[in-house]
């Protein structure tokens, strides 16, 4: 009998994976998850960003949005996620054809965090 038997009592065939050397728990919360970031669930797919209705986002306070973010903004007591563009006037993109761009300032629409993460349900 060989040193590596292919079947050895009930065993499934196949080579141990490089990676199980490795391997140890993985914490979401550590790794995705700080003190000032929120978990909000997508009410309206934005499919140009590729979120579909009832994708998780994971949006962080603390970081500062800048041009071409990704952000939660609180806009006339709702909040909608949408691309912020800073120039040539500060503003969220419209999320799509009929939808109107919002701007952004005092009594406008107002950041509220910057989208980290998305979390897709399949």
């Known amino acids: 009998m060989s040193e590596y038997p292919l079947v050895s009592r009930g065993e499934t065939t196949g080579f141990p994976s490089p990676a199980e050397d490795y391997a140890g ?4 919360d550590r790794e995705l998850l700080g003190p000032a ?3 909000m669930r997508a009410g309206v797919p934005l499919p140009a ?3 579909g209705a009832g994708d998780e986002l994971l949006v962080d306070r603390s970081l500062a949005p800048r041009d ?3 952000v939660v903004a609180s806009c006339d007591g709702e909040l909608l996620a949408r691309r912020l563009r800073l120039r040539p006037r500060p503003r ?3 999320a799509g054809p009929g939808c109107p761009e919002v701007p952004v300032g005092p009594g406008a629409a107002e ?3 910057v989208v980290t993460v998305v979390i897709r349900h399949v």
């Open 92 to 94: 969220l993109e419209a």
């Open 68 to 70: 071409g973010s990704l």
């Open 37 to 39: 970031v929120f978990v």
């Open 49 to 51: 960003e590729g979120i």
């Open 25 to 28: 728990p993985v914490s979401l």
């Open 111 to 113: 950041p509220w965090g």
